[in-house]
């Protein structure tokens, strides 16, 4: 946005009231707040972290407003205040991250023997689209597309960079910021940028998978995706595992936070919590998008009602067009940010599986 607000004839002037002091302030902010409330993630891979940040980067900004000059561009005078929010959050909670990487895998059950760690401990999925994130580049210099750098491989290979590393990647390769504007924002030098930028490229290229989901997306077109996604529900509503295994790759992998176990491969995953038990019918799926890829929302008939309650949302990571990889979030938190709803009525919604 630059300086316009601030330079036309929105500017804030000597004796003006305080309300449209804040009504300058809202407007200015309004257009950077969902790629504010993105960069929050990315940092902190928490939507509910990023919830947080978000409040307490406005709340920080407002306060500061009067004091804001113009020096910088209201983008990078936002972001040094997001970023030195995330960063005084990390320093005060634990490295989120996916089970995968505490250890070799193993089969996933819920039950006794199930390792279920806190909340706090797991990345949490994002809602990309009903957060407005927009398709597309930040900026002339990004080397991410802004869908690219929400995916759960690229949130968590983030996870594993020192702050300030986390931060110069994100600023300059997801933002597009130039080095310039980068140590403006992190208060350092350019050269202290730049050695950082290469430590973190180095880092996230050696855990990043080729393609990203969305070239793969895009490869496949919005009718083969829909197939996909369709296929995928009907078999797991009807409890067919034999066609379910033929939509997975052969060293498909599947994890299912808060619980720590996980599994590779078809065999592994035959036996696991991913499976449908039970009678057909038992099931219900309703489609969605998290961190750029495809989702589904997962439903359990609830006995006596009838009605199907949410119990997971399901992010798909394909390898062509078929399931490389499978990570349930067993916690149903906040359907509604994604656009499920948080009840289905059998007479509306069930489908026919005769």
Request: hydrophobic share 40%; with cysteine.
């Given at each position: 946005m630059g300086m316009a607000g601030l330079n036309g004839t929105n500017r804030?002037?000597?004796?003006?009231?305080?309300?449209?002091?804040r009504s300058t302030f809202d407007e200015l902010v309004e257009a950077?707040?969902?790629?504010?409330?993105?960069?929050?993630?990315?940092?902190?891979?928490?939507?509910?972290?990023?919830?947080?940040?978000l409040q307490e980067t406005l709340l920080r900004a407002w306060r500061a407003f009067s004091r804001f000059h113009g020096r910088s561009s209201v983008r990078t005078w936002l972001y040094r205040i997001a970023t030195n929010v995330?960063?005084?959050?990390?320093?005060?909670?634990?490295?989120?991250?996916l089970p995968v990487d505490y250890g070799a895998p193993s089969r996933p059950e819920v039950g006794a023997s199930a390792r279920r760690l806190p909340a706090r401990a797991w990345i949490e999925p994002y809602p990309d689209e009903t957060l407005g994130v927009a398709d597309g580049a930040a900026g002339p210099e990004a080397c991410y597309e802004r869908r690219e750098a929400l995916e759960l491989a690229f949130v968590t290979a983030l996870q594993h960079l020192p702050p300030r590393q986390r931060a110069a990647l994100i600023l300059r390769d997801?933002?597009?910021?130039?080095a310039r504007e980068a140590a403006e924002t992190l208060e350092t030098t350019e050269p202290s940028v730049n050695g950082a930028l290469r430590r973190a490229r180095a880092t996230i290229d050696e855990?990043?998978?080729d393609p990203s989901q969305q070239v793969t997306l895009r490869a496949l077109g919005d009718r083969r995706l829909e197939a996909i996604v369709e296929r995928f529900a009907d078999s797991f509503e009807r409890g067919d595992v034999a066609r379910i295994?033929?939509?997975?790759?052969?060293?498909?992998?599947?994890?299912?936070?808060p619980y720590r176990e996980w599994c590779r491969g078809r065999?592994?995953?035959?036996?696991?919590?991913?499976m449908p038990s039970g009678p057909g019918g038992s099931l219900r799926y309703a489609p969605a998008r998290a961190n750029g890829q495809l989702a589904l929302g997962v439903y359990r008939i609830e006995p006596g009602t009838g009605d199907y309650l949410p119990i997971a949302l399901d992010v798909l990571a394909l390898r062509a067009d078929v399931v490389a990889e499978v990570t349930a979030f067993?916690?149903?938190f906040n359907f509604g940010r994604f656009d499920l709803p948080l009840r289905l009525a059998r007479a509306a919604e069930a489908r026919g599986h005769d």
């Amino acid at each position: 946005m630059g300086m316009a607000g601030l330079n036309g004839t929105n500017r804030v002037r000597p004796g003006e009231t305080g309300r449209t002091e804040r009504s300058t302030f809202d407007e200015l902010v309004e257009a950077h707040r969902a790629d504010l409330h993105a960069h929050c993630y990315r940092m902190l891979g928490s939507l509910h972290d990023a919830d947080d940040a978000l409040q307490e980067t406005l709340l920080r900004a407002w306060r500061a407003f009067s004091r804001f000059h113009g020096r910088s561009s209201v983008r990078t005078w936002l972001y040094r205040i997001a970023t030195n929010v995330c960063v005084d959050a990390i320093a005060c909670r634990p490295k989120r991250v996916l089970p995968v990487d505490y250890g070799a895998p193993s089969r996933p059950e819920v039950g006794a023997s199930a390792r279920r760690l806190p909340a706090r401990a797991w990345i949490e999925p994002y809602p990309d689209e009903t957060l407005g994130v927009a398709d597309g580049a930040a900026g002339p210099e990004a080397c991410y597309e802004r869908r690219e750098a929400l995916e759960l491989a690229f949130v968590t290979a983030l996870q594993h960079l020192p702050p300030r590393q986390r931060a110069a990647l994100i600023l300059r390769d997801v933002l597009g910021f130039s080095a310039r504007e980068a140590a403006e924002t992190l208060e350092t030098t350019e050269p202290s940028v730049n050695g950082a930028l290469r430590r973190a490229r180095a880092t996230i290229d050696e855990r990043l998978p080729d393609p990203s989901q969305q070239v793969t997306l895009r490869a496949l077109g919005d009718r083969r995706l829909e197939a996909i996604v369709e296929r995928f529900a009907d078999s797991f509503e009807r409890g067919d595992v034999a066609r379910i295994l033929e939509l997975l790759t052969e060293d498909v992998t599947f994890s299912m936070p808060p619980y720590r176990e996980w599994c590779r491969g078809r065999d592994a995953v035959a036996g696991s919590w991913l499976m449908p038990s039970g009678p057909g019918g038992s099931l219900r799926y309703a489609p969605a998008r998290a961190n750029g890829q495809l989702a589904l929302g997962v439903y359990r008939i609830e006995p006596g009602t009838g009605d199907y309650l949410p119990i997971a949302l399901d992010v798909l990571a394909l390898r062509a067009d078929v399931v490389a990889e499978v990570t349930a979030f067993r916690d149903p938190f906040n359907f509604g940010r994604f656009d499920l709803p948080l009840r289905l009525a059998r007479a509306a919604e069930a489908r026919g599986h005769d």
